[in-house]
Structures are given as C-alpha cells and as structure tokens.
C-alpha cells in the first residue's frame, strides 16, 4: 500500500486532498514520518495553489498532533497565522522556533523581520534581518527587504547598495526575473548608476526565452517600497534632479555617519544583552556572599567577646561568704 500511495502522490496531477487522504492512511498504518510528510504537502498545495487557508490549517493541525516537537510543522502553522492576519500568533511561534533552534532557522527568522515590520518595529526588524544575512548572506529577500527599510529611512545610496548586491544574488541563484526587476528598481532610483545598466544591459544581451526559473520570486511581488507613512511608492518613480554637488557632499556625509551610527548601535545590542545576562548572574553571587556575611556578623553580635563575657560571669556570681577570725591575742588569753 505504501509503495501505492507514494506513485499516487509523486503524481503531478495529485490534488491537496489526495495528498490529505494519503496521509490519513499512512498515519492509520502507524506510518507516522510518512503521515506528516503527506499532512505537510497537502497543506503547502491547499495554500498555493488552492488558496485555502482553512484546509490547510487543519493538514497541518494533523501533523502536529503527530509529533508535536516538529518544529518545520509548527512554522507552517505560523505561516498560516500569517495569512489570515493573525501576526502576534505566528511571531509567536516563530520566536519559539527561533529559540529551540538557537537563532539559526532562517526562514523563522526572515518570517520574524518581516512581522516586526509590519507591526512598526522597525529597530527589531532591522536587528533580525542582520541576522538573517549573517547566517545566509545570498538570501535575496532578506537583501531586498533591508534595502527598502534603508530607503524608507532616507538612506538611498546605502538602499541602493542593498539593492545591487539582491540583483547579484538573485543573478547568481538564477533567479534572472528577480535580477532585471530590482536592477530596474535601482535605475528607477538612480538613473546614472552605471553598474545597474552594465547589469541591465549584460542581461539584455543574454536574455534567451527560457532564462525565468519556477522557483523565482514573482517580481510583482517587489514592485513596491514601504515608505515611513506605511503607503507604498513604485520602485520605478523618476530620479529626482540632482541636487548641487556641495549639498550632495553633505548629505553624504551625513548619511555615511548615520549608517555608522546605526550599525554600531546594532552590532552592540547583541553584546549589551549577554553583559546584562552576565551581571545580573553576579548580582546574585554578589547577594549570596551579601547574605552569608550578614549571617556571620550577626552570630558574632550575639556571641560576646571572652574577655567581656568573663567579667558579666565573675560579676554574676555569687560572693564567698565571709568568715570571722579571731584574733590571735584574744585566742590565746586564758580565761580568768
């Protein structure tokens, strides 16, 4: 039966609900790595291309029942969360991804940034983002969406930096659809950026009918920039005219200091949280030593110095009674 399912579901024609009865089958014959793999796929096809968050939702809710320490189930669920509007409820369990994997799941992390985003944290968002860069440096979304904070902070050359080195990775991943819309996005910005119309005009050169993979981010999808007020602008607005070349010079070196400033800041939060970690570690030890040396001192209070406690028990005791003596004149007179 076993080998039947998986024809079935290696089929291309096979339906999200076909998948889901599979996996109902394998998890009745105790198959449970099988089940959740069924569970899953059936509830990436309800959501794309079914659009069906409701089914999806209850696939992934079976796998979960399954093993409930799948952390690659509990982020599907998350990004349901997501789509239907709930954003706390997936940060939530994204964060939990996040610390049951030490920070190093990439995607809960990209999912993360772009929640905290969306919720107006846009110090975190930048924070998480850095993160994800550090630990995937080609990831092409998390480029993009670094550059578009950078923009939408007033930050266009180091925004269209951003941009360049997404259109290179997207280039290099073969993502060439990707690649020709965000080189669009920096000539939109930037009409006399050479290196976006060397990049523009090589794709153009090689540009053959088959060159857009399946797997490439549909550009509609980055057609637009978030700006501060949250409205949108379309990344192909008109360069603006050129400001004199003083006024440049000082936006320049404006901006460079900015930047500086903001990556210090963010490179430092990581460190400042491990040194609070560490001195609230000692504030305790500093507290049990605080403690144990007060328990000292109070015994020494309640036991009094020997010299002290000699004179209180010489003073306290009673006296000797005295006794008289004759005299030894009157002892030896003999009596008349």
Excluded: W
Excluded at 39 to 46: D, V
Excluded at 141 to 159: D, V
Excluded at 229 to 240: E, F, L
């Amino acid at each position: 039966m076993a080998d039947a399912l998986e024809r079935v579901a290696a089929s291309p024609d096979c339906s999200a609900a076909q998948r889901f009865k599979a996996a109902q089958l394998f998890a009745a014959a105790g198959a449970t790595a099988d089940a959740i793999r069924f569970y899953r796929e059936a509830g990436s096809a309800f959501i794309d291309p079914e659009a069906d968050t409701g089914r999806a939702r209850e696939a992934f809710g079976e796998a979960h029942a399954l093993d409930l320490q799948d952390l690659e189930i509990i982020f599907e669920i998350a990004r349901v969360d997501r789509i239907e509007g709930h954003p706390r409820a997936a940060l939530a369990k994204f964060t939990h991804i996040l610390h049951k994997t030490k920070q190093s799941h990439v995607q809960a992390l990209f999912e993360a940034a772009c929640i905290y985003q969306e919720l107006g944290q846009h110090d975190q968002a930048v924070l998480t983002l850095r993160k994800v860069l550090d630990r995937d440096k080609t990831n092409v979304q998390a480029i993009i969406s670094m550059g578009q904070r950078l923009q939408s902070m007033g930050m266009l050359p180091e925004a269209v930096g951003y941009f360049i080195q997404a259109a290179t990775a997207a280039h290099a991943a073969g993502q060439l659809g990707t690649c020709r819309h965000v080189i669009n996005m920096v000539i939109g910005l930037d009409s006399n950026n050479q290196h976006a119309r060397r990049m523009l005009a090589e794709l153009e050169d090689a540009a053959t009918p088959g060159d857009v993979r399946l797997d490439d981010p549909a550009p509609q999808a980055l057609a637009q920039l978030v700006v501060d007020n949250g409205a949108s602008a379309p990344m192909t607005q008109p360069a603006a005219h050129p400001a004199p070349e003083t006024e440049l010079n000082e936006l320049s070196v404006q901006s460079d200091r900015m930047q500086r400033k903001m990556y210090a800041l963010a490179s430092s939060v990581e460190s400042l949280e491990e040194t609070v970690a560490s001195l609230k570690t000692e504030l305790e030890e500093l507290k049990q030593i605080v403690l144990v040396r007060k328990a000292k001192s109070d015994r020494r209070k309640a036991e009094p110095e020997p010299e002290v406690a000699a004179k209180k028990a010489s003073k306290s005791a009673p006296a000797a009674p005295k006794l008289r003596v004759a005299s030894n004149a009157k002892a030896r007179s003999p009596r008349r």
